[in-house]
C-alpha cells in the first residue's frame, strides 16, 4: 500500500483521524459513566444507611444518658428541683444535637427508663412522671412505655 503524503498534510483528514478514537471510544465512555453514576448511586444508598445507624446510635446515647441522669437526679435529690431537672435535660439534649427535646417522644421514653432505673413506684412514681410529663398524657404515656421497657 502507498501512502502519500498529500493525505497527512489535509487538516480534513488529520481531523477524521484524530476523532476516530473518541468517537469509537464514545459509546464505551457513555457506559463507563453510566456505571460509574450507577456506583455513586449505589455508594450513596449505602451511606444513607451508614448515616442511619449513626443516627440511631446517636439516638441510643441521647436515650441512655436522659435515663441515667434521670435515675441519678431522683437517687440523689432530696428535694425536686424540675427547672433544674429540665435544665440538665436540655444541656443533654443541646450536647446531642437535639433541639426540641421536650417536644421529643424518646425524651421521655428514657425518663420513664431512668425512673424505673432508680426504682421509683407507686406514688412517687406516679408523681415525677405527672411533674415530668407536665401534666401532658401523650408524655405520660412514653414516660410510661419506657418505664415498662426497663427490665
Known amino acids: 500500500m502507498h501512502f502519500s503524503s498529500e493525505r497527512f498534510t489535509n487538516p480534513f483528514f488529520n481531523a477524521v483521524i484524530l476523532a476516530l478514537p473518541i468517537l469509537v471510544g464514545g459509546c464505551s465512555f457513555s457506559d463507563s459513566s453510566r456505571s460509574i453514576s450507577d456506583s455513586i448511586e449505589s455508594s450513596s444508598d449505602s451511606s444513607g444507611s451508614i448515616s442511619d445507624s449513626s443516627e440511631s446510635n446517636k439516638e441510643k446515647k441521647y436515650e441512655n444518658e436522659v435515663s441515667d441522669y434521670t435515675m441519678?437526679?431522683?437517687?440523689?435529690?432530696?428535694?425536686?428541683?424540675?427547672?433544674?431537672?429540665?435544665?440538665?435535660?436540655?444541656?443533654?439534649?443541646?450536647?446531642?444535637?437535639?433541639?426540641?427535646?421536650?417536644?421529643?417522644p424518646k425524651t421521655y421514653i428514657a425518663i420513664g427508663k431512668g425512673l424505673k432505673k432508680a426504682g421509683i413506684e407507686g406514688v412517687a412514681y406516679e408523681t415525677y412522671k405527672r411533674n415530668f410529663a407536665g401534666s401532658d398524657e401523650a408524655k405520660m404515656q412514653n414516660i410510661q412505655k419506657g418505664y415498662e421497657s426497663e427490665k
Open 72 to 104: 441519678a437526679y431522683v437517687k440523689s435529690s432530696k428535694e425536686a428541683d424540675y427547672a433544674a431537672y429540665q435544665k440538665g435535660l436540655s444541656d443533654i439534649a443541646a450536647k446531642r444535637g437535639i433541639v426540641n427535646w421536650d417536644q421529643e
